[in-house]
């Protein structure tokens, strides 16, 4: 009979989390310096996208200066380079997300108009793979607010066809949220590659004129969530063909870089 051996798993826990503050201070120690209150969410999280990079990288790199067009100086074996930074989505599942967030929230404005005395926070999870047309939404936002309704009332009604899972939790105020689940993001595709690098490449010479320096990176990132990328087993065997010096991958989740160019 199995037996679970409890202080080797909480030695590989402890192990585990060690590795992960060590690296989360590498990152910080780089970055910090160039954090402020002035800072937009999108100029932060490309700081740390940075920091990240030089980390997992593991080379000797410094940032020098944060700045736009491109987005950052950094300094490597005593030259300065250029680096612009770039997050690239799969924009079908972006689409997707956000059509299933909009239909969830036209769901709770139709039922708070209907129910204006009930207050609860619902967590929907939908089944793998679905998807609606427009002229579905209303069918569906019935589907949905008639199972609330039952569910508040004491009943026990089967979920909608389109639904996996809801959550519901005592609130101040009606919220339906959507959450996307267990996802698994699709291999990088060299089409995609080619489409993000393109949308930079034609600011290269901006970027060379901006800080009169000849060599340039590209760092794009893949995020996380469903709209990510894996770019691990992905299969690239076209060479890239770009003005930059070199093009990164960093995949933001795994904390894995590639070197593309």
């Known amino acids: 009979m199995f037996k679970l051996d409890m202080k080797n798993l909480e030695e590989s826990i402890k192990e585990a989390r060690n590795k992960m503050d060590v690296f989360g201070n590498k990152i910080e120690a780089i970055i910090k310096p160039f954090l402020n209150d002035d800072l937009s969410k999108k100029e932060i999280l490309e700081i740390r996208y940075v920091g990240k990079f030089i980390v997992c990288l593991d080379r000797r790199i410094n940032i020098l200066e944060k700045r736009e067009s491109p987005d950052f100086i ?28 909009a239909l969830f929230e036209k769901a709770a404005l139709e039922f708070e108009n209907s129910n204006p005395e009930i207050n609860v926070m619902v967590n929907f999870w939908t089944i793998k793979g679905f998807q609606f047309e427009g002229k579905e939404k209303k069918s569906l936002i019935k589907e949905i607010n008639d199972f609330v309704i039952a569910k508040i009332s004491g009943s026990n009604p089967l979920y909608p066809s389109s639904i996996e899972k809801a959550d519901f939790i005592p609130h101040s105020s009606l919220s339906f949220i959507y959450n996307e689940g267990a996802y698994s993001p699709e291999d990088v595709t060299e089409l995609t590659l080619e489409a993000a690098i393109q949308k930079k490449e034609v600011k290269f010479e901006k970027y060379k004129n901006n800080t009169e320096l000849d060599r340039q990176w590209l760092l794009l990132v893949s995020g996380i969530g469903s709209d990510s990328f894996n770019f691990e087993d992905a299969e690239l065997h076209k060479e890239i063909e770009s003005q930059f010096e070199h093009i990164f991958l960093l995949e933001d989740y795994e904390a894995r870089v590639a070197e593309i160019k």
């Open 74 to 101: 950094i300094e490597y074996q005593n030259e300065k380079i250029g680096l612009e930074v770039k997050r690239f989505f799969n924009l079908e599942e972006v689409q997707n997300i956000k059509s299933k967030e």
